[in-house]
């Protein structure tokens, strides 16, 4: 009964007839040790945990340790955000929103884990002092990372993940989000218990779940791509593999949010990136190579300007993303900053949490690249309001509906395929393939 009147109090839902498989995928939480959450963009995958972890603590007869991370420090920083954002907007008690954390990490923080040293701080036999551990885009973590992460949890912990299924996997072995969610099934006492407490029930798949039954659940409407959006309907059309049905989306002069085009000119794609703020447009591209010779070209034509001297590194307006974590700093693998030309000389401007700038000298950088444009993997974890994906100039095993379905998924507002139709084509039709044994060893 507490529960039933929790549920109704943090997710009271929309009046529309349809189940709220938010309210849903928390109930299942409060009463297990693991739960997969995996939905799209907009399907409110960040605003159900901060509720469910809002559940819990109201829940428990002692307060709760809770910790949330993120496999990139951009990853956690977005996550801290949106938690922080969400946490003040909710209809509980102040010793409730004091017990949810308010800032993520990295995992390889949160276990310890340091460059030159094996075995990380916490491990099986000196587990994190937790009750609750949140992992948000669990679709970028490995498999070797995913086993250090549950070997460190103690027995009474708690496990979410979070993620889409569909993105991207890791580059390193393992695809453990798209594995974990390989099999969705729910046992008929737990539809039934869901439908006491909740107003409503889950359907799966009709073959057994296995070692996963009950701790699996989609998010599947999004508040972000309405009915009339070509960004929403190209996404759900290569995620299927229709490539044909996706080409005529592209090719629609009815969507004007999405649209192909053979070949961008390079001034151009500058003159948008001059004219919008960072977040807003971003040229992705599927090959590491092509993103060296995007940056080249346009740093050829800053030159022709008079804007960066020849030869030179650094030059007022130049994009970097950090490559590595430096805690010194407080700069993370994907920060993305602009130098800047000061009194004192040039510095290099990040954002920080509280909305105001933080500033660096170039020297002090950790690793970093040029960024005008960067691959689809590394955008995984960020959004823009606009963006252009490069095509390679040829179809390969790289680009395949995964790839696709990611870059397509970055974009708020609009969305531009480069590069041939055949090439976009046999992408969408390549279904992803990375078998790790996972899937079949929990079923």
């Not at 960072?278 to 992705?284: E, N, Q, R, T, V």
Request: aromatic share 4%; hydrophobic share 45%; charged share 25%.
């Amino acid at each position: 009964a507490r529960l039933a009147d929790l549920l109704a109090r943090l997710f009271p839902g929309a009046d529309d007839g349809e189940p709220d498989r938010q309210k849903l995928a928390a109930a299942l939480a409060a009463r297990q040790r693991l739960m997969v959450i995996s939905g799209g963009p907009g399907t409110g995958k960040t605003t159900t945990v901060v509720r469910l972890l809002a559940l819990l603590a109201a829940m428990s007869p002692r307060p709760l340790v809770m910790a949330m991370a993120a496999p990139t420090g951009k990853a956690a920083a977005r996550l801290s955000e949106s938690v922080r954002a969400a946490r003040d907007r909710l209809d509980v008690a102040d010793a409730v929103r004091r017990q949810l954390p308010a800032q993520a990490e990295t995992l390889h923080r949160l276990l310890g884990l340091r460059p030159g040293v094996e075995a990380p701080r916490h491990h099986a036999g000196n587990p994190l002092p937790l009750d609750v551990l949140v992992v948000d885009e669990a679709s970028m973590i490995d498999l070797a990372l995913m086993a250090r992460t549950v070997a460190a949890l103690p027995s009474q912990a708690r496990l979410i993940l979070l993620g889409d299924r569909d993105q991207l996997s890791s580059v390193e072995a393992g695809a453990v989000l798209g594995e974990l969610c390989g099999r969705i099934a729910y046992r008929d006492e737990t539809a039934q218990w869901l439908q006491r407490v909740a107003g409503a029930s889950l359907r799966g798949d009709a073959a057994p779940g296995g070692a996963l039954t009950d701790c699996v659940a989609l998010l599947t409407r999004s508040h972000r791509f309405g009915a009339d959006s070509g960004i929403g309907e190209l996404a759900r059309r290569v995620n299927a593999g229709e490539g044909r049905a996706s080409l005529q989306v592209l090719d629609d002069a009815g969507r004007p949010d999405v649209w192909r085009q053979d070949a961008a000119d390079d001034a151009a794609l500058l003159a948008r990136r001059a004219q919008r703020e960072f977040s807003a447009f971003m040229l992705l591209a599927a090959e590491r190579r092509q993103v060296a010779d995007c940056n080249r070209r346009i740093e050829r034509e800053l030159e022709a300007a008079g804007v960066k001297q020849e030869g030179r590194d650094w030059y007022p307006g130049r994009p970097v993303m950090i490559g590595e974590n430096d805690y010194g700093l407080g700069l993370f693998n994907g920060d993305i900053g602009f130098a800047l030309q000061r009194p004192s000389g040039l510095r290099v401007l990040f954002p920080s949490a509280d909305g105001g700038w933080r500033e660096f000298a170039p020297g002090r950088l950790p690793a970093h690249d040029t960024v005008f444009a960067m691959t689809v993997h590394k955008s995984q974890g960020s959004e823009y309001d606009e963006v252009w994906l490069q095509l390679p100039q040829q179809a390969g095993a790289l680009l395949n509906r995964a790839l696709l379905y990611t870059a397509i998924t970055r974009a708020r507002s609009r969305f531009a395929a480069v590069g041939d139709a055949e090439v976009w084509l046999r992408g969408a039709e390549l279904a992803p393939r990375r078998d790790s044994g996972l899937g079949d060893r929990l079923r």
